[in-house]
């Protein structure tokens, strides 16, 4: 990926974690201990930022209050994709916001669809990520994988980047 511009490295986070609907996210709790939950990924194109719904007044807001630091991890076992991002998080209260990214299947958490006094948005701004994606298939990985352990070279199982999304437009290659 040397030579990529920023824009090319954010659309390719993108594609990554596009069809991953579920992310971990990490906060940072008061006393300085990590802490990990799911939350659904809205499906809208990536442009740096990622959007969870949330509700005001719960433990994850009262966390990115104190610490906007947060990572979030995703997996996607299946085709061998794991990503991980970190950046700062801020709580929006925006209800126009809201409506752009609404999708029905949150009624599932919020009954009250819109009109719920809670109904907030989680914002991440992406600053860093690293990512290993393996796109080939399961048989030319473990032929990649017996054959480093027959010449003793180290297995390298596909692209691994880690890249600074919010301040450089080299990502650093490794």
């Known amino acids: 990926m040397a030579n990529k511009t920023e824009q090319d490295v954010v659309a390719h986070l993108g594609e990554l974690i596009q069809d991953i609907k579920v992310a971990m996210m990490t906060t940072v709790e008061e006393d300085g201990s990590l802490r990990s939950r799911p939350m659904w990924t809205q499906n809208r194109p990536f442009d740096g930022k990622l959007w969870f719904f949330t509700r005001?007044?719960?433990?994850?807001v009262d966390e990115v209050e104190h610490d906007h630091h947060v990572s979030l991890a995703y997996s996607e076992p299946?085709?061998?994709?794991?990503?991980?991002?970190?950046?700062r998080c801020q709580l929006v209260t925006d209800k126009a916001k809201a409506a752009q990214l609404w999708d029905p299947t949150l009624k599932a958490w919020f009954p009250d669809g819109l009109e719920d006094p809670e109904l907030s948005l989680l914002c991440i701004t992406v600053e860093k990520a690293e990512y290993w994606d393996t796109p080939n298939s399961r048989m030319v990985q473990?032929?990649?994988?017996v054959k480093a352990t027959l010449t003793g070279d180290t297995y390298k199982p596909g692209d691994h980047q880690k890249v600074d999304v919010a301040g450089s437009s080299t990502p650093s290659m490794h």
């Open 142 to 145: 473990l032929i990649g994988f």
């Open 78 to 87: 299946s085709k061998s994709r794991f990503v991980s991002v970190s950046g």
């Open 56 to 60: 005001e007044h719960s433990a994850k």
